[in-house]
């Protein structure tokens, strides 16, 4: 096994690591700051462009599709390159895209800008994740798996709701926010540029690009369970990007981009609220309760969307995206238990492979289907999903094993 030395005193956690932790929030939250800010342009790319729910679903799947193949790939790069340059390398993939749909008026330069975020939001899910528990403050110890998952969560948020106050109240509202993005994103690769490595480059980073999917063998029971709630959390996600603009629009009367973007920030934003509370808890139990709440907001939704009432949709968004926060940081906290340097890039690759497959698997069959049937019936079998593997987790959920000394590291 390849081992990655430490380029800094991890124990010191001096002032320079604490300026590596702060670039690596930032820069997660710039990412997906990116990634959130196109969708409130969904609408307006229907209405003046044509392109269709199918279409938009497509951007969806193309876009994960992109992430998982680059998280199989590149998952372990950081580790023999660095955490510094795969990350820059990730901003600066986001910003080729946003400059790419600075210029979206046919359906390919959507795909194409979309596609290259994908790569950009893959090589920094693995890299910029990593570096941010490398660089964590040891206290609060929850610190690391909350800030690792919810950034993520944080810079969607942030990224849609930005948009939709810019795309309704600012000037050329379908370019300035990838104008502002740009800007966040060129900020955010200056300051990882200063900041301090946390690993020594070493040999066989040709080696690591050889697809590999592996977490240490004492996480590995845990697996089954965070892949329910990882699939079920994020495919809700996408159901968000792809499909709730025609929703509010169709079903819920109201075609502002300023809604719609705060309703997407409805269910990402409480994420990072919902995860402080799930450490208060076992791994296991957090997982329950937050996925049993997570589905209580599905059945609010989806009462919503029956009877039309926009604020019981956002209330139930909200329930849903702080149960998600709960589930998603207690999964994570219990795949992180008792890992190494080297151990965190791959697990984080696992993490979004499974969160991207959420994301990518059913929105392709919802892609296909909505030619068939409308967006109530697709929403209702996103609820079935969120049943299944809520059920699952309440059977099947376990804590790390607490005793490892006679567990092998991978």
Not at 302 to 313: E, K, Q, R
Not at 377 to 395: K, P, S
Request: charged residues 10%; positive net charge.
């Amino acid at each position: 096994m390849q081992h990655v030395t430490p380029a800094t005193n991890l124990g010191r956690r001096d002032r320079t690591l604490r300026l590596a932790f702060v670039s690596a929030v930032v820069s997660l939250v710039a990412v997906f700051a990116a990634v959130g800010s196109t969708i409130p342009l969904f609408n307006i790319y229907r209405a003046e462009d044509g392109f269709t729910n199918a279409d938009i679903s497509l951007t969806v799947v193309v876009y994960s599709a992109a992430t998982l193949s680059t998280l199989l790939v590149l998952g372990r790069l950081s580790n023999h390159v660095g955490r510094r340059p795969t990350a820059i390398a990730s901003l600066g993939l986001l910003v080729l895209g946003c400059l790419l749909l600075l210029n979206v008026h046919d359906i390919g330069i959507l795909i194409a800008g979309r596609l290259l975020m994908g790569l950009g939001a893959g090589l920094a899910s693995s890299s910029l994740t990593a570096y941010i528990v490398d660089a964590a403050p040891a206290r609060p110890t929850s610190l690391a798996s909350v800030a690792s998952s919810q950034t993520v969560m944080l810079g969607l948020a942030v990224g849609a709701t930005a948009s939709g106050a810019l795309v309704q109240f600012g000037p050329w509202p379908r370019d300035l926010i990838y104008l502002v993005v740009v800007g966040l994103l060129l900020l955010s690769a200056a300051l990882v540029a200063i900041s301090s490595e946390t690993v020594t480059p070493a040999p066989g980073s040709w080696r690591s690009l050889r697809p590999s999917v592996r977490v240490p063998v004492r996480v590995k029971h845990l697996l089954p369970v965070a892949a329910a709630v990882f699939l079920a959390t994020w495919a809700t996600g996408a159901f968000y990007q792809a499909f709730v603009p025609a929703l509010l629009e169709d079903q819920l009367r109201t075609n502002s981009s300023l809604v719609l973007g705060l309703v997407f920030a409805a269910y990402m934003g409480p994420s990072a609220l919902g995860a402080p509370l799930g450490g208060r808890f076992s791994p296991a139990a957090a997982q329950r309760i937050g996925m049993i709440a997570f589905l209580a907001g599905w059945i609010g939704m989806i009462s919503a969307i029956t009877t039309g009432a926009l604020p019981l949709f956002i209330a139930a968004t909200v329930v849903a995206g702080a149960a998600q926060g709960i589930a998603i940081s207690a999964a994570t906290r219990g795949l992180l238990y008792g890992s190494t340097l080297t151990d965190r890039a791959p697990i984080f690759a696992v993490v979004y492979l499974l969160s991207y497959s959420g994301a990518t698997i059913p929105s392709l069959i919802s892609a296909q289907l909505s030619n068939v049937f409308s967006v109530p019936h697709i929403a209702l079998g996103y609820g079935v999903l969120a049943l299944i593997a809520t059920l699952f987790t309440v059977i099947a959920a376990r804590n790390p094993h607490t005793d490892t000394t006679s567990q092998p590291d991978e």
